[in-house]
């Protein structure tokens, strides 16, 4: 088993800057790929950034150049650097964790950009 535990959400002005985090705890051994993920009102959940355990990083188009992915694997936690903040962006913002085939997931965090 593997415990995700999202923070940093909020709302921010559009152009502004936020920072989530992702602690992960629990079976963290093997934990192959852990990622961003996010859920619009009235919209399946998207792919938003991910990094793999070596450090190899993958990005959805639209947030590409505007944010971050990064991992401290001592603190067990991935971070997302999210700037330059559009309307578009307001979503709920979930971690996933990837660890022997099976899928783990945080509990969210709402990220709000107001225009």
């Known amino acids: 088993q593997v415990q995700l535990v999202e923070s940093g959400g909020g709302l921010v002005q559009a152009g502004g800057s936020l920072r989530l985090s992702c602690a992960a705890s629990?079976?963290?051994?093997?934990?192959?790929?852990m990622g961003w993920y996010r859920q619009a009102p009235g919209k399946q959940r998207e792919l938003v950034a991910t990094?793999?355990?070596?450090?190899?990083?993958n990005y959805v188009d639209s947030v590409k150049g505007r944010f971050t992915i990064s991992r401290d694997n001592a603190k067990n936690t991935v971070y997302l650097q999210m700037n330059s903040l559009k309307p578009e962006d307001t979503a709920v913002y979930y971690c996933?964790?990837?660890?022997?085939?099976?899928?783990?997931w945080g509990q969210g965090t709402q990220v709000t950009v107001s225009s």
């Open positions: 996933k964790a990837i660890r022997l085939g099976l899928d783990y």
């Open positions: 629990g079976s963290i051994f093997r934990v192959i790929s």
């Open positions: 990094i793999t355990s070596g450090g190899s990083t």
